[in-house]
């Protein structure tokens, strides 16, 4: 679950940061340049995201921890965000394998 709600975290501070006017997405995969082109749509799915995993952080755990620890989760990847994709350390690729062995783990150890 944590995996899950750490890519919508992830995917929702990629968006809100895509809609910068200063920011000039070009890399990125088909499916994800005719979102991030349109700015008012970045913003709106990013916020629909980021809300969808607050929500689910809270019932994790617990109104105050569930915000507090979003509010630190969100700082985090934005932070990633904002340092490292202007020199494209981020691979699409990299991304989904990283996932799916976090998923993996996440599912059969834990």
Not at 41 to 66: E, P
Not at 71 to 95: E, N
């Amino acid at each position: 679950m944590y995996t899950i709600l750490l890519l919508l975290i992830f995917a929702g501070s990629f968006f809100w940061y895509s809609s910068s006017e200063k920011v000039k997405i070009k890399h990125a995969p088909a499916l994800i340049l005719p979102l991030v082109s349109d700015k008012i749509r970045a913003k709106i799915l990013a916020i629909v995201l980021l809300g969808l995993s607050w929500t689910i952080t809270m019932y994790l755990q617990g109104f105050l921890s569930g915000t507090l620890a979003f509010g630190a989760y969100v700082m985090g990847f934005f932070s990633l965000i904002v340092l490292l994709w202007p020199y494209r350390y981020f691979q699409w690729k990299q991304i989904t394998v990283v996932f799916l062995i976090a998923l993996f783990f996440e599912i059969i150890i834990f």
